[in-house]
């Protein structure tokens, strides 16, 4: 029996991928150009991934031989895809990654919804987790503090009362120093 080792790379995602409840793509980054070449084997690959685990009850499968690791929540899917020899454990933690800091930046309100209004700070979410397959962060307090919106940019509708108190501090302090 001959045992071959692989060689140690930083290269360890092959996808990340958020669909809805209807298997229909929302966002999706893939890494690997070999394994998904074209946007066709791309929504094929969704496809079957989806109609494997819309069901299913568990975190975890081997489809095409690549690892899917996934999480449902109301009507979307997240899935992190790794291949046949990464660490689970270390996709689990992408995944959670990606699920947590997203309900952080939508305010524990994870659905369809809210993440297509939201969709731009998602995007810059899934960039600092991972860039062309190699983790950067794990992290969702990290993700979220480098993704944050600053106060000015929220509408004031969806500001604490507390940030209300401050920004009319700040401004007040402008008006009087002028």
């Given at each position: 029996?001959?045992?071959?080792?692989?060689?140690?790379?930083?290269?360890?995602?092959?996808?990340?991928?958020?669909?809805?409840?209807?298997g229909?793509?929302?966002?999706?980054?893939?890494?690997?150009?070999?394994?998904?070449?074209?946007?066709?084997?791309?929504?094929?690959?969704?496809?079957?991934?989806?109609?494997?685990?819309?069901?299913?009850?568990?975190?975890?499968?081997?489809?095409?031989?690549?690892?899917?690791?996934?999480?449902?929540?109301?009507?979307?899917?997240?899935?992190?895809?790794?291949?046949?020899?990464?660490?689970?454990?270390?996709?689990?933690?992408?995944l959670?990654?990606?699920?947590?800091?997203?309900?952080?930046?939508?305010?524990?309100?994870?659905?369809?919804?809210?993440?297509?209004?939201?969709?731009?700070?998602?995007?810059?979410?899934?960039?600092?987790?991972?860039?062309?397959?190699?983790?950067?962060?794990?992290?969702?307090?990290?993700?979220c503090?480098?993704?944050?919106?600053?106060?000015?940019?929220?509408?004031?509708?969806e500001?604490?009362?507390?940030?209300?108190?401050?920004?009319?501090?700040?401004?007040?302090?402008?008006?009087?120093?002028?």
């Amino acid at each position: 029996m001959e045992c071959s080792l692989l060689e140690p790379t930083l290269y360890t995602l092959k996808g990340l991928i958020i669909m809805d409840n209807d298997g229909n793509r929302i966002l999706a980054k893939y890494f690997d150009s070999n394994i998904f070449p074209t946007s066709k084997e791309q929504k094929t690959f969704e496809k079957s991934l989806f109609t494997r685990t819309h069901r299913a009850n568990s975190e975890i499968i081997m489809l095409d031989g690549l690892t899917c690791l996934y999480k449902s929540n109301v009507d979307l899917f997240f899935y992190v895809i790794g291949s046949s020899n990464d660490n689970e454990l270390l996709l689990l933690t992408v995944l959670h990654c990606l699920y947590d800091s997203t309900s952080q930046i939508l305010r524990k309100n994870v659905e369809k919804r809210n993440l297509m209004e939201n969709l731009d700070v998602i995007m810059l979410a899934m960039d600092e987790i991972c860039d062309e397959g190699i983790i950067l962060e794990a992290d969702p307090a990290q993700v979220c503090q480098r993704v944050a919106l600053r106060s000015d940019d929220i509408p004031i509708g969806e500001q604490t009362v507390a940030q209300v108190i401050q920004s009319a501090k700040e401004q007040l302090r402008w008006s009087i120093l002028k």
